[in-house]
């Protein structure tokens, strides 16, 4: 059955894709750093805000002193950039919150947040590789084979892909090797704060432990962004024509 979505400025919509459709379009109305001026748009934001404070109770509210407006900016992390919602409260103080997260009010579960963090850990390392890789195997126009069909790829078509295991299997076993079957300890990841846009690892050493772990169990490959990763999903061990080296 459908679910619903209705927020308390009255705005409703038959589904929640329906809603993240409006928020997703929303957002692509504007460019980065630019104030949501629209008053239907402003007022659409409040609420949804309003939602989100209301659902997801394990974060530090995001309305806080009250909102002056809303804006768009990059949620910039170690290797990636993505655009969303930014909110200024009235005391001046900037936070980020997901629109995504605010529709589906759920807050990001214990393993999603760890999750996330042993992606944060690993970032820089799965780039310098990239770029190694590249600069040893490119041609004169800069481009490399992608690993499934052969065809040549620039660095900005190239994904780089755990071929086996996956890096959520990677992600499993390393928290089972650390014992924390039933969730990951408190002290071990950065708790909700404002302008967090990503979970990253409290703990020095447990962040170093995962590098160590990825970096002796990964397969890497490069890949075409343009490709369904999904035609090698039918192998469980895929055959790898040209693995990329993690380095020592």
């Not at 993505?82 to 001046?92: A, E, H, L, S």
């Not at 950065?190 to 990253?200: F, I, L, R, V, Y």
């Not at 343009?226 to 040209?242: C, D, F, H, V, W």
Request: with cysteine; charged share 25%; glycine share 8%.
């Amino acid at each position: 059955m459908a679910k619903t979505i209705s927020l308390p400025n009255g705005r409703s919509w038959k589904t929640q894709t329906a809603a993240l459709t409006h928020f997703k379009d929303m957002l692509a109305r504007y460019s980065d750093n630019q104030i949501v001026e629209d008053r239907s748009d402003h007022d659409d934001l409040v609420a949804l805000l309003e939602r989100y404070d209301a659902v997801i109770t394990d974060s530090p509210a995001k309305i806080g002193s009250g909102i002056d407006c809303f804006f768009r900016r990059q949620n910039v992390g170690e290797g990636y950039s993505t655009p969303g919602f930014w909110v200024r409260r009235t005391d001046g103080t900037d936070t980020d919150f997901s629109y995504i997260g605010a529709v589906k009010g759920q807050p990001k579960s214990n393993a999603q947040e760890f999750y996330d963090a042993c992606r944060g850990a690993v970032a820089a390392d799965l780039l310098a590789a990239k770029k190694r890789h590249f600069e040893t195997h490119a041609d004169s126009a800069g481009r490399v084979p992608c690993d499934l069909s052969d065809e040549l790829i620039s660095f900005a078509e190239a994904h780089l892909d755990h071929a086996y295991p996956t890096f959520g299997q990677l992600v499993v076993s390393f928290r089972a090797a650390r014992g924390w079957h039933h969730g990951v300890p408190i002290g071990v990841l950065t708790p909700p704060a404002d302008a967090q846009t990503t979970t990253s690892f409290l703990d020095p050493s447990a962040a170093e432990a995962f590098r160590r772990f990825h970096r002796g169990a990964a397969t890497l490959r490069v890949v075409s962004r343009a490709r369904n990763l999904s035609m090698s999903a039918g192998q469980r061990r895929p055959k790898i024509k040209r693995p990329v080296q993690l380095g020592p």
